[in-house]
């Protein structure tokens, strides 16, 4: 079982709608919590980060983590066209080392 | 800044032959990760280095692995010999300590 778990897709919305992206881990040692958008042919760059319980927003974006369940979720509010994009959840201990879920492909239609 | 660079952007090469993939981290920044991104594995660090000094290569998938970094401003990746199932998107990338990391734009390997 993979330390990280996100379920690759595809996902197809309409523009405006709410999507919401999730992914559950096994290691309860990991402190901080990021998601990561990527543009095809492009490297990942980092969109949001928190490192503890509860909701951070950021503009259309809340980042959501429950410690307790193990649980991270990306909400994206009157989505559009330029957030097609694959998103990747990652976490660490603290340290350097990321791990990353396998990524969502989120195409937002007009 | 010119950001992370990485050459070349795209590789095609017969099974065997050796594979050399480089790096240009941002000025300044400590740390050094090298990925692998395949549609199979997702993301997955191969080994990261702090100061030019190599820190985890847990990630590395065999001896035909290799990478250096001989200053601060230069690392390589080195795949010999090169197999098809070494086809993979191959990601540089470079932060701070404890911040962001900033991924490069990838090295697309084929192994035929």
């Known amino acids: 079982q993979k330390e990280v778990e996100q379920d690759p897709g595809p996902l197809s919305v309409p523009e405006g709608a709410i999507v919401s992206l999730n992914c559950t881990y096994s290691?309860?040692?990991?402190?901080?919590f990021m998601w990561y958008r990527q543009y095809s042919r492009k490297g990942p760059e980092l969109l949001m980060y928190?490192?503890?319980?509860g909701n951070k927003e950021d503009g259309r974006f809340t980042a959501q983590v429950d410690k307790s369940s193990k649980y991270i979720s990306l909400f994206i509010r009157d989505s559009q066209p330029s957030d097609s994009a694959t998103y990747l959840c990652a976490m660490t201990q603290g340290a350097q080392k990321l791990v990353f879920g396998q990524g969502t492909r989120l195409t937002i239609n007009p | 800044d010119a950001g992370v660079i990485q050459s070349p952007r795209h590789e095609v090469t017969e099974m065997g032959q050796e594979v050399t993939l480089r790096c240009k981290p941002i000025?300044?920044?400590?740390?050094l990760f090298w990925y692998r991104q395949t549609m199979m594995r997702g993301l997955e660090l191969l080994i990261y280095?702090?100061?030019?000094?190599?820190?985890?290569d847990s990630g590395m998938p065999e001896d035909r692995f290799s990478a250096k970094m001989p200053n601060a401003s230069f690392s390589t990746l080195k795949i010999q010999p090169s197999e098809p199932r070494d086809s993979a998107v191959y990601f540089c990338?470079?932060?701070?300590?404890?911040?962001?990391?900033?991924f490069g734009p990838g090295t697309r390997l084929l192994v035929l």
């Open positions: 290691n309860s040692a990991f402190q901080y």
């Open positions: 000025s300044g920044h400590d740390y």
């Open positions: 280095f702090n100061n030019n000094v190599p820190i985890d």
């Open positions: 928190t490192y503890s319980s």
């Open positions: 990338a470079s932060s701070l300590p404890g911040g962001t990391q900033y």
